[in-house]
């Protein structure tokens, strides 16, 4: 018998951590579906998904099954072997994309970093390499690599962090003007979130998306969709991009691939995948079996037509909640986003406090997200029951009621 190990707790984390983040006093221990218990057995309905990426809940038995049934085969082989999950999820991908070749990293940052290197690489090699310049957009959000906070589009992420990898543009989100004044013949990609997620739940409009695929086949740079976020299912199609009918020439996608096993990919054609020809790029863990196996199964499910009409089913019914709750008590002013990816932004009155939503949510047993400090985001399992998003929104009214009724100094 092994000795107990000493309890910790959340004060624990102010002595042993790095202190890069912030968590909340809740700590939890054990999820179920849409739910999660902490320590002291409170029960929470969760819709933040630990940031949009566990897609089916918590412990997913056909999750479970394909962990379980993976850990007793093999776990990790490298890429001087490559391995069965990862040639079945990658055909998957390929099946449910434009896309045909594919590139597995562990983080939405890695699979950018990768699309990111791969639009650098192909322009050098088809154009030489004055071709490198990235058009990217503001509050956009790429992930924390160093390269990645310089394509993404807030300066927080990179102040004190300089010098950074030079050839970046930033332009105005969704300005179909600037995009073109500023695709050039030096352009070798373009990235672009089909909905910015961290930046505000904003979606694309289909003319961005049409005018930046126009720009980039004319002056042959990349499409680059960011779909970390958005894709595997949280718009209610497997991939945003098709509700936009307009097709990138590379996609990244991360998040909810593995139904919270970390696991990345980057997709794109037989022709561009070329330019990272052997040897140009790698990574140790990148479409190891264990979280291939888990993301297949995560992606079976996921992709079933009855999964994402859910996604849309659920989207509208919280859509429709936080609208009756931000007509009640005034706090926010409307609502945004696609399927189950909701944005609700504060109204004028309630500026900056989207934070105080989330918080007295969690006291009523609601996670939720922030998307910035003037939008509550929710993002909760594309399996919710009905059910269980009338209980959420119940939770999420109680909250505004509660914050509505302080004295009106508090409200100021
Ligand atoms: C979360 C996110 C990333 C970064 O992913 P990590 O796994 O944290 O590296 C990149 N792009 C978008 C759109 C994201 O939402």
């Known amino acids: 018998m092994s000795t107990p190990l000493p309890p910790v707790s959340r004060k624990t984390f102010d ?189 694309a409009t289909p003319e961005f998306l049409a005018a930046a695929r126009e720009l980039c086949t004319r002056h042959k740079a990349l499409l680059i969709y960011d779909e970390v976020q958005t894709g595997n299912g949280r718009t209610g199609t497997y991939f945003a991009y098709e509700q936009f009918g307009v097709v990138p020439d590379v996609l990244t996608t991360a998040k909810g691939l593995g139904g919270g096993i970390p696991v990345a990919a ?46 849309r089913a659920r989207g509208e019914q919280i859509r429709e909640g936080v609208l009756s709750t931000a007509r009640r008590y005034g706090v926010f002013d409307g609502v945004r986003g696609m399927g189950l990816l909701i944005g609700a932004p504060m109204s004028a009155a309630w500026k900056g406090r989207a934070k105080d939503v989330v918080n007295t949510a969690l006291r009523k047993g609601l996670w939720c997200l922030v998307a910035g400090p003037d939008v509550v985001r929710i993002a909760p399992s594309l399996v919710l029951s009905e059910a269980d998003a009338a209980e959420g929104l119940r939770r999420l009214d109680a909250a505004c009621a509660e914050l509505a009724a302080l004295p009106r100094a508090s409200n100021a």
């Open 15 to 203: 002595e042993v951590m790095v202190p890069n983040y912030a968590p909340n006093e809740i700590v939890p221990v054990r999820g179920e579906g849409a739910r999660l218990w902490d320590q002291q057995g409170r029960e929470y309905l969760d819709f933040a998904c630990g940031i949009a990426v566990t897609g089916l809940g918590h412990c997913h038995p056909k999750l479970v099954a394909a962990l379980t049934e993976q850990a007793s085969k093999l776990w990790h082989v490298s890429n001087v072997m490559t391995n069965e999950p990862a040639l079945r999820l990658a055909r998957r991908l390929t099946e449910l994309s434009f896309a045909s070749r594919v590139f597995f990293a562990n983080s939405g940052s890695e699979a950018n970093e990768a699309a990111f290197k791969l639009a650098r690489k192909h322009a050098s090699l088809k154009h030489g390499p004055a071709k490198h310049e990235i058009i990217a957009f503001h509050n956009a959000f790429h992930g924390r690599t160093l390269f990645a906070v310089s394509v993404g589009g807030q300066e927080k992420y990179t102040q004190g962090f300089e010098p950074l990898p030079g050839g970046i543009t930033h332009l105005p989100f969704n300005d179909v003007a600037a995009l073109e004044r500023a695709v050039t013949a030096r352009t070798c990609a373009v990235v672009v979130e089909p909905v910015q997620g961290e930046g505000g739940v904003t979606p």
């Open 266 to 311: 980057m997709l794109t054609t037989e022709e561009i995948a070329a330019s990272l020809s052997f040897g140009t790029h790698g990574s140790t863990y990148g479409g190891n079996p264990l979280a291939t196996a888990v993301a297949l199964a995560a992606v079976e499910e996921i992709s079933r037509p009855e999964t994402l009409a859910n996604v």
